[in-house]
């Protein structure tokens, strides 16, 4: 049986929250069911929205509240450079971006999103192919898109069952670099999931319609193995609000200088997650010798 890896991927531009809290329960419980290799990995592409100050809070809040992902990739992230942070692997991408050059078309796009129709089951805006041909340095704001296939995707999610996407029916050809010069979100994803061996994704159903169009760009990228998701519905907290990636309300800091215990944390974001009565696999593993509280 292949060896199932996941990631749990913070973004750093803000303090760990509850919602980040929720989503690692979900992690690591996926995980735990799949035998699954946790990495732990910095989503910290976008430069303009990230701080340093954040990826050392948000890690130590991790190991305070017990969640042990992979040695490699925990112990990679307390050096510069490291394998699992973004803002470090800047050639990786520049790599894939020349390999996805000579598979399909990219190129400059300056249109507005009020320019893009909305249309999709999601209501994504769906990206007409306007600019195709156009050179990938152009003057002004632009981005830099690349064509993709109009392939049907099928993925196994192991929580929906198979999901079926029309990619460039539904979202059009992705965006690769945005207006700043910077990888995009879901360009540095597929990238380095195929580095780091990732075939199962862990992540909240606002993000189901990325699945076809990274499995499409993986493909270009020269991906074979294929991966399976779990999407979550969104998550509550035990007070019944609901936990969004933007909620900055409740971070773990704060409520650690409030002199709550990590089982209290754990407790207050872990009510709201799916399945959450079988206590047994919700409680994230302990790293030897961590003292609890
Ligand atoms: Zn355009």
């Given at each position: 049986m292949t060896l199932r890896v996941t990631r749990f991927a913070p973004s750093p531009t803000g303090e760990l929250h509850l919602g980040?809290?929720?989503h690692a329960i979900c992690v690591w419980r996926i995980a735990a069911e799949h035998n699954a290799k946790i990495v732990v990995r910095m989503e910290d592409h976008d430069r303009t929205r990230c701080k340093s100050e954040y990826e050392h809070s948000i890690l130590d809040d991790l190991d305070w509240l017990g969640f042990v992902p992979d040695a490699v990739s925990r112990a990679s992230l307390n050096s510069h450079p490291s394998a699992y942070r973004q803002s470090d692997n800047t050639e990786r991408y520049a790599a894939a971006f020349e390999k996805l050059k000579q598979v399909t078309d990219v190129y400059g796009c300056s249109c507005t999103r009020a320019?893009?129709?909305?249309?999709?089951?999601?209501g994504e805006r769906r990206y007409p192919g306007t600019c195709r041909g156009m050179p990938i340095d152009r003057e002004g704001r632009f981005v830099v898109r690349a064509r993709m296939p109009g392939d049907e995707t099928e993925v196994e999610d192991l929580l929906l069952g198979s999901?079926?996407?029309?990619?460039?029916?539904?979202?059009g050809d992705v965006a690769i670099r945005d207006v700043f010069g910077q990888w995009t979100y879901q360009f540095c994803v597929v990238v380095d999931d195929m580095h780091d061996g990732v075939n199962l994704i862990v992540r909240g159903e606002d993000l189901k319609p990325?699945?076809?169009?990274?499995?499409?760009?993986?493909?270009?990228?020269?991906?074979?193995?294929?991966f399976v998701t779990a999407h979550h519905p969104l998550l509550y907290a035990a007070d019944g609000k609901k936990l969004?990636?933007?909620d900055r309300s409740e971070t773990v800091r704060a409520m650690r200088e409030r002199g709550m215990s990590r089982e209290a944390v754990?407790?207050?974001?872990?009510?709201?997650v799916p399945g959450a009565g079988r206590q047994g696999s919700a409680a994230p593993r302990m790293s030897p010798g961590d003292p609890p509280g």
């Amino acid at each position: 049986m292949t060896l199932r890896v996941t990631r749990f991927a913070p973004s750093p531009t803000g303090e760990l929250h509850l919602g980040h809290v929720a989503h690692a329960i979900c992690v690591w419980r996926i995980a735990a069911e799949h035998n699954a290799k946790i990495v732990v990995r910095m989503e910290d592409h976008d430069r303009t929205r990230c701080k340093s100050e954040y990826e050392h809070s948000i890690l130590d809040d991790l190991d305070w509240l017990g969640f042990v992902p992979d040695a490699v990739s925990r112990a990679s992230l307390n050096s510069h450079p490291s394998a699992y942070r973004q803002s470090d692997n800047t050639e990786r991408y520049a790599a894939a971006f020349e390999k996805l050059k000579q598979v399909t078309d990219v190129y400059g796009c300056s249109c507005t999103r009020a320019m893009m129709p909305t249309s999709g089951p999601d209501g994504e805006r769906r990206y007409p192919g306007t600019c195709r041909g156009m050179p990938i340095d152009r003057e002004g704001r632009f981005v830099v898109r690349a064509r993709m296939p109009g392939d049907e995707t099928e993925v196994e999610d192991l929580l929906l069952g198979s999901l079926h996407q029309q990619p460039q029916h539904d979202q059009g050809d992705v965006a690769i670099r945005d207006v700043f010069g910077q990888w995009t979100y879901q360009f540095c994803v597929v990238v380095d999931d195929m580095h780091d061996g990732v075939n199962l994704i862990v992540r909240g159903e606002d993000l189901k319609p990325s699945t076809g169009r990274q499995w499409l760009l993986a493909k270009l990228l020269g991906r074979t193995a294929p991966f399976v998701t779990a999407h979550h519905p969104l998550l509550y907290a035990a007070d019944g609000k609901k936990l969004s990636k933007r909620d900055r309300s409740e971070t773990v800091r704060a409520m650690r200088e409030r002199g709550m215990s990590r089982e209290a944390v754990i407790a207050a974001a872990g009510v709201g997650v799916p399945g959450a009565g079988r206590q047994g696999s919700a409680a994230p593993r302990m790293s030897p010798g961590d003292p609890p509280g």
